[in-house]
């Protein structure tokens, strides 16, 4: 008895541990990315109703999903690093959204959970800032047609993936069956973010070459573009600044991207897009959202293209940040 009681005091001391560990590297970790899904509901029509949301490693989405559904957790995939979050609208509007953090801690567990409306509020971790509308919101992929952005209202699946590891935290969604304009291919975006940075890498991938694949950034009135090359001429970015948050306060919006892979920049309906060239090869761009509330983050215009032309200066020299 006086044995086993020894080793059960072993067994609890090295339990408590690993736990003690577990939870020191979750502090510590500087980027993050999950997907929560309903569990134990059920489905009337394209509402799920009821469940509780647990956290899944991968997902196939549900046909029933649309927006507003309710069956995923702040609407889609979310990504972040110690200096702002983002999520993905994993349904027909394929937006990418900005989550403005005022903490340099992991947040996005916390989110959500507690209803859709609660986060688009200042909390003590920050809040949803961008109003997406019928944009992309910034960095998120569609179809331009020369008239509208196409989204991904006809898929025939979706599929859903994040990895985290201490260099960087990453989503990967594939599209099986993406439908536009008499077109239907298959599709990959890979979004990944790194520690201290606000800049996530998004690379993507078409089984087919067609016109017309674009990003963009959501477009305000009276918010002026800038554009700017590097000295190379081989990268180049697209961006934003001024007062474009649901907070009615200070937003910085920027995509990179290289030059040979853009066919041209145009001004959408909804946004100021890149069109990409054709191609079935990946095509790797970054983009970012700098908010003035962020911790120990830029606050002023003149900071902000700063900012951007040290980012676009390494992009120069090395061909990737």
């Given amino acids: 008895m006086k044995t086993l009681k020894i080793i059960a005091a072993l067994l609890l001391v090295s339990y408590n541990g690993v736990h003690s560990q577990e939870t020191s590297k979750k502090k510590q970790a500087k980027t993050y990315a999950e997907i929560s899904v309903k569990e134990d509901g059920k489905w009337e029509g ?20 649309t927006d507003h559904s309710f069956d ?11 200096k702002v979050g ?18 340099d801690t992991m947040v996005l567990h916390k989110v959500g959970l507690d209803g859709f409306e ?12 961008l109003k997406a509308g019928k944009s992309l919101g910034i960095g998120a992929i569609g179809r331009y047609n020369g008239t509208e952005v196409l989204h991904f209202n006809q898929v025939d699946s979706t599929f859903a993936r994040v990895d985290n ?7 990967t969604v594939r599209y099986k069956g993406w439908q536009t304009a008499g077109d239907k ?3 990959e975006s890979k979004l990944s973010i790194s520690p201290g940075q606000r800049y996530t890498k998004h ?18 009135k009276d918010i002026a573009l800038v554009k700017k090359e590097s000295t190379n001429k081989k990268w180049a970015y697209i961006a934003t600044y001024g007062m474009q948050t649901l ?3 200070k937003l910085g919006m920027a995509i990179f991207y290289e030059t040979n892979t853009v066919s041209q920049q145009v001004k959408g309906p909804h946004d100021h897009l890149l069109i990409f060239k054709p191609a079935t090869k990946p095509v790797t761009f970054y983009f970012l959202g700098a908010w003035e509330k962020e911790k120990n983050g830029i606050t002023t215009e003149t900071e902000f293209y700063n900012y951007l032309d040290t980012k676009l200066a390494e992009l120069n020299k090395a061909g990737k940040i």
């Avoid at 609660?118 to 800032?129: A, L, T």
Wanted: proline share 3%.
């Fill in 165 to 171: 590891s201490p260099k960087s935290s990453d989503v």
């Fill in 118 to 129: 609660s986060y688009h509020h200042m909390s003590p971790w920050g809040m949803d800032i």
């Fill in 46 to 65: 394209r509402k799920y109703i009821g469940g509780t949301f647990k956290n899944v490693n991968s997902l196939r989405v549900a046909d029933e999903h």
């Fill in 203 to 220: 690379t993507i991938k078409a089984s087919k070459k067609i016109e017309g694949i674009c990003t963009g950034i959501v477009s305000f």
């Fill in 86 to 103: 983002y999520r993905l609208y994993l349904d027909w509007r394929n937006a990418i959204d900005i989550f403005g953090k005022v903490t």
């Fill in 72 to 82: 995923i957790r702040y609407e889609g995939p979310g990504w972040e690093s110690d």
């Fill in 247 to 249: 907070n009615n306060d």
């Fill in 185 to 187: 291919i298959d599709f």
